[in-house]
């Protein structure tokens, strides 16, 4: 046990958050962040580290990331301040950035900084989208709750090979 203690303290004092975007390293600057790989065009904002791992896992996102630290929410106190979105702002000038990805969730409270966002972007020249809702991948319409059923009805797309 004193060994696993030792290496889990160890372990953590050697990991920061990443200088850019709060992702955890070792290093000042993540590996993400460093990678000459990355579209550097796209940000993705995303709530915490768990959600951007999330996204790692489907290898279906090449930009970057940015971790606001959590979501505005009147209960819990978290007003605009206590989130890094001065560095979001930084970081899209910095790197010209031409899209914005807001992966926050559908809780009313990662829908009310989505659209805080959206709106503080509004000026920018920025595409800023948000991930879509709606039917799961493998889900029956009938075990559905109306409010799904409904934004997955408004977000529907087009069958590729329609006119
Ligand atoms: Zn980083």
Redesign the pocket.
Known sequence: MLDLARALEQTASIINP??????L?SEA??????NPDRDRLSICVVRDVSDLWALERTRAYRG??HILGGVLSAIDGIGPDQLDLAGLKARIDEYGCTEVILALGATVDGQATSHYITEMLKDRGVSVSRLAQGVPVGGELDYMDDGTLITALRARGKMAGSS
């Open positions: 990443c200088v850019k975007c709060h992702n390293t600057v993540c590996d993400i962040c460093q970057l990331y």
